[in-house]
């Protein structure tokens, strides 16, 4: 990968916001002069694209299985399931020759859609429970929109379902997606908690300045609460009030969709009975900004080592050909032995590379040196730590790198 193509500011300090912090290192774009829709150019990509990665394999490994529905959907559905009326002002809706005008919205959520499928497609007891998750882009126009990736209309989610034979077996799913979700928190290193709305309705939250929810927690337990004004009742100690980041959620259906919609199954005792539902999910973008916000130090980002931009900046010396060349023989070494790698191409005093890589969060940086010097030296997370200025080939700097 080469910096120029990654649109990284030359400018780009660690103080910054996260949602400007994230414009600045190249994570994410305005698209239409518009702060409300964005564009995920090179790194911001690659980040969704290895989170999905992480995301799908504790999924399968807990038997959640991938699924895809159609972004758009008929807001008929909403009709049987009573909610199209208080949707009606907040969804976005298509008009096209195939589609009808207004007949059609873009999917702000897929209840009514999982429950149809239901109806349609799950005869038997045989058939549950179904686990399945999918990667979706939520389009809504419910008005609450602000600058940044935190509330959006647009947003990349991965979402789940279950559809269960009875409560006892929609527990089951429920705490299956619970696992999940904390162990996917726990490798991204969030620091969170689990927060128990009522009863079946539970959001992970996660320690924020700029969250949109307040939480109380007491120094007695690591259980948070919404915002009580009372004293604790374990120790007697006021309780403590901070912000905190909704990043998703799990909630408990149970029957309500599949009996207002009709949606049954035949069980094991040949009777028709009413399916349970469970929905679950994670806003993408918010588990970035949460990183971002969470995982700074005084060099600069410091990634999970699973969701790193890159392994590896390539720093030449001199912007000549003669450096860049050289290190373009460093990033192919690299490739065959699978490790992640950018050069910094771009125009701007080297010192300032240097600082940059460490800020955006490159912990290796290799710096080529050239003629009788040949040679190179590696810094990792602002500290140099190898400098040969003398050996011929790299294999001592790579076996070198973190
Ligand atoms: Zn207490």
Redesign the pocket.
């Given at each position: 990968m080469k910096a120029s193509n990654l649109f990284l500011s030359q400018r780009i300090e660690l103080n910054l916001e996260p949602n400007e912090f994230l414009k600045k290192a190249g994570f994410v774009l305005n698209s239409f002069n518009s702060q409300k829709i964005m564009i995920f150019p090179p790194l911001g990509s690659i980040f969704l694209n290895k989170l999905e990665k992480i995301i799908s394999s504790v999924l399968l490994e807990n038997e959640i299985l991938p699924f895809k529905l159609p972004p758009i959907q008929p807001f008929d559905l909403w009709k049987q399931s009573g909610r199209k009326k208080d949707f009606s002002d907040k969804v976005v809706y298509l008009k096209g020759k195939t589609f009808g005008k207004d007949k059609f919205i873009c999917s702000p959520t897929n209840e009514e859609v999982i429950t149809n499928f239901a109806i349609k497609n799950i005869e038997s007891y045989r058939n549950l429970p179904l686990n399945i998750y999918q990667f979706d882009t939520k389009i809504r126009d419910d008005g609450s929109s602000r600058r940044g990736l935190i509330r959006t209309n647009i947003f990349p989610v991965v979402e789940g379902y279950s559809l269960n034979e009875n409560e006892k077996s929609l527990k089951e799913s429920f705490e299956k997606f619970r696992d999940s979700f904390e162990k996917i928190l726990n490798l991204l290193e969030i620091t969170h908690y689990p927060l128990e709305k009522r009863e079946g309705y539970i959001t992970f939250v996660a320690n924020s300045k700029k969250g949109d929810t307040k939480i109380s927690h007491?120094?007695?337990?690591t259980k948070i609460y919404n915002p009580l004004e009372k004293?604790?009742?374990?120790?007697?100690?006021d309780?403590k009030t901070q912000l905190g980041l909704e990043l998703g959620c799990l909630m408990s259906e149970k029957d309500n969709y599949s009996k207002v919609m009709d949606s049954n199954y035949i069980s094991s005792k040949g009777q028709k009975s009413n399916i349970f539902m469970g929905t679950y999910g994670l806003g993408l973008t918010r588990l970035l900004y949460t990183i971002i916000e969470q995982k700074k130090d005084k060099i600069g980002i410091n990634w999970p080592k699973i969701i790193r931009p890159a392994e590896v900046m390539i720093i030449p010396f001199r912007n000549s050909q003669e450096y860049l060349n050289e290190c373009a023989i460093i990033e192919n070494d690299l490739k065959i032995k699978g490790i992640e790698t950018i050069i910094d191409d771009t125009t701007g005093r080297f010192v300032k590379k240097l600082e940059r890589a460490d800020i955006i969060g490159i912990p290796n940086k290799i710096i080529p040196m050239l003629g009788n010097k040949k040679g190179g030296i590696i810094q990792y997370r602002g500290e140099t730590f190898l400098k040969n200025k003398t050996i011929k080939d790299y294999n001592k700097i790579y076996s070198s790198l973190i």
């Amino acid at each position: 990968m080469k910096a120029s193509n990654l649109f990284l500011s030359q400018r780009i300090e660690l103080n910054l916001e996260p949602n400007e912090f994230l414009k600045k290192a190249g994570f994410v774009l305005n698209s239409f002069n518009s702060q409300k829709i964005m564009i995920f150019p090179p790194l911001g990509s690659i980040f969704l694209n290895k989170l999905e990665k992480i995301i799908s394999s504790v999924l399968l490994e807990n038997e959640i299985l991938p699924f895809k529905l159609p972004p758009i959907q008929p807001f008929d559905l909403w009709k049987q399931s009573g909610r199209k009326k208080d949707f009606s002002d907040k969804v976005v809706y298509l008009k096209g020759k195939t589609f009808g005008k207004d007949k059609f919205i873009c999917s702000p959520t897929n209840e009514e859609v999982i429950t149809n499928f239901a109806i349609k497609n799950i005869e038997s007891y045989r058939n549950l429970p179904l686990n399945i998750y999918q990667f979706d882009t939520k389009i809504r126009d419910d008005g609450s929109s602000r600058r940044g990736l935190i509330r959006t209309n647009i947003f990349p989610v991965v979402e789940g379902y279950s559809l269960n034979e009875n409560e006892k077996s929609l527990k089951e799913s429920f705490e299956k997606f619970r696992d999940s979700f904390e162990k996917i928190l726990n490798l991204l290193e969030i620091t969170h908690y689990p927060l128990e709305k009522r009863e079946g309705y539970i959001t992970f939250v996660a320690n924020s300045k700029k969250g949109d929810t307040k939480i109380s927690h007491c120094k007695c337990s690591t259980k948070i609460y919404n915002p009580l004004e009372k004293k604790c009742n374990q120790c007697g100690e006021d309780y403590k009030t901070q912000l905190g980041l909704e990043l998703g959620c799990l909630m408990s259906e149970k029957d309500n969709y599949s009996k207002v919609m009709d949606s049954n199954y035949i069980s094991s005792k040949g009777q028709k009975s009413n399916i349970f539902m469970g929905t679950y999910g994670l806003g993408l973008t918010r588990l970035l900004y949460t990183i971002i916000e969470q995982k700074k130090d005084k060099i600069g980002i410091n990634w999970p080592k699973i969701i790193r931009p890159a392994e590896v900046m390539i720093i030449p010396f001199r912007n000549s050909q003669e450096y860049l060349n050289e290190c373009a023989i460093i990033e192919n070494d690299l490739k065959i032995k699978g490790i992640e790698t950018i050069i910094d191409d771009t125009t701007g005093r080297f010192v300032k590379k240097l600082e940059r890589a460490d800020i955006i969060g490159i912990p290796n940086k290799i710096i080529p040196m050239l003629g009788n010097k040949k040679g190179g030296i590696i810094q990792y997370r602002g500290e140099t730590f190898l400098k040969n200025k003398t050996i011929k080939d790299y294999n001592k700097i790579y076996s070198s790198l973190i």
